[in-house]
């Protein structure tokens, strides 16, 4: 009869968990940036002051200018 053991199985899985999560954001932060590039450029302009308000944080965008709140 043959035996196999592995070692290290735990370790392998933190570092698949942990790479997955490393890629999962870089996709989150590609597409946000995207995102960020196109509301920008697509934002009417009258005063520039909504285009200005648009902005960034790691997991969303929106623009902080009252009037686009509503």
């Known amino acids: 009869m ?12 933190r570092e698949l968990k942990r790479l997955n999560e490393v890629k999962f954001e870089g996709i989150v932060t590609k597409n946000l940036t ?7 450029s697509l ?3 009258k005063s520039s002051q ?11 965008i929106g623009y902080t200018k009252d009037y686009a709140l509503q």
């Open 2 to 13: 043959i035996h196999i053991k592995f070692e290290g199985i735990e370790e392998l899985e």
């Open 43 to 45: 934002t009417p302009v």
């Open 34 to 40: 995207q995102m960020f590039n196109r509301a920008k």
């Open 50 to 60: 909504l285009k200005q308000s648009i902005s960034k944080g790691k997991e969303e």
